[in-house]
């Protein structure tokens, strides 16, 4: 193809730009793919998707369907790295080329798991596959508990009255104490070392379950003294007891056991670096997604110091989640943040050992870069403001989300129509492109050969969100 576009390849077909990559790079990209066409991983995504299909309902499927497809990468790369690549050059083909597509049941090589593709580069450690065998074998059996499970009556949950005095629900945003024992985290073990967790808490007189491995929230009503039910998903979570009274367990759709822990600590001990290491470190760092997006990172009481160059200059990233201590000279952790175990700080060096990027703990990447010049505000003709007015779709889950664009002298307003009005203003850089000036926040529209604009593209320092203009 002469556009860009992620390579992938579906069965036997491998999409490709070939003038976007160096020979080395083409190399590599191609000795990855192979890997997914001669062991047929398009079989795998294909199944893991009707699955999902299937399972709809079950929020936990969503994490079982990201392992198979994480794990067919990683198979990928470990024969690409046995082939005798040099593995820092082929990290850098990832991430230097990590663009998004929409092909979601292709196998693309720049996966949106990059942070744990290297990461398992770096550590090799075979253990660490075999989790996802389960991505395999649990849908099948949940498939088999739902069929056979359908046969029987489906019970009806009636929530409790607030009033209740058997559950001691309070007003708005106070603490419910009767609610307190389900609280904590809980955990589904696949083998041992190889566990997910879940966090309950309650908010609003209801219970909430975070998912901690895939970051969404369900809220519970109870509807007996150890149950809670979810209408919407149809989605119960029973608690279970032990003798002396207290919460051990917690069975989720009536199949799935997770056990209650202790918040689990990390054992990591920081090492102290010298001063040309931190020399390497200490920059400015602008987001893949936008321009505006610039980080100054420096290293002061062997931590991490962020600050983003869009807030006023005392302002600086120093809260309790975002204590980044280092492990090596481009790995840091966060000792603050104990049970999320992807809460690293990473840093790329090229051949030369010199630092050329980060990788946040979100996965975002961040170039470094030697100076930055904020975006200044220029005039443009009203004809060229008017021509992007309109309503704009974009993907939100299972259906659509919309904003609204208007021009309102030498700006324009972006109205969210699923919120209560919330809208933004960005003043123009060139005659497509948009900032707005209170937050490092871009605006740029696609503009077709004919001079009609048909979509746009809103981005903010760790995020991007395409939107199609509708007729």
Known sequence: ?????????????????????????????????????????????LLIELVHCILWINPFLFFLKKALKLNLE???????????????NYQLTILQNSLKSNFHLANLFNSPKIKQRIEMMDTAND??????????????????????????????YQPISSGSASTGITNKGTVNEKLKPFEGYYKFQFEKGKDVYIKISQRDKQLVLHELFAGNEVKFDQVAETEFYNKKQDFNLTFKKATDGNITHLLAFKYDLWTRVEMPKKTYQPISLDEAQINNIDGLYQSENTSNGVVKITVGNNKLVLAPLWKDNNFVMNTSANHFYPLSDCKFYNKEVDIDIETGFKFIKNEAGKIIMSVHPDGTIFHKIDNYTPAKEISIPNKNLKRVEGKYAS????????????????????KELWTNGNTKVYVPESNSKFFTKDEPSTIEFNEETNGSISGAAIAYPMSK???KKLE
Request: aromatic residues 12%; glycine residues 4%.
């Open 1 to 45: 193809l002469e556009r860009p576009i992620a390579p992938f390849s579906f069965f036997n077909y491998l999409v490709i730009n070939k003038l976007t990559y160096s020979d080395k790079q083409l190399n590599d990209i191609i000795t990855h793919e192979k890997v997914h066409i001669r062991q047929w991983h398009s079989i795998d995504v």
């Open 74 to 88: 990683f198979i990928a790369d470990e024969k690409v790295i046995s082939s005798g690549v040099n593995v820092v």
């Open 127 to 156: 253990s660490n596959t075999k989790i996802y065998k389960y991505a395999l074998v649990l849908p099948c059996l949940l498939l088999c508990n739902i069929l056979f499970g359908s046969m029987t009556v489906r019970e009806s």
């Open 395 to 414: 993907k939100f889950n299972d259906g659509e989300e919309f904003i609204q664009i208007t021009s309102k002298g030498n700006s324009l307003v972006i």
């Open 465 to 467: 969100k395409i939107w």
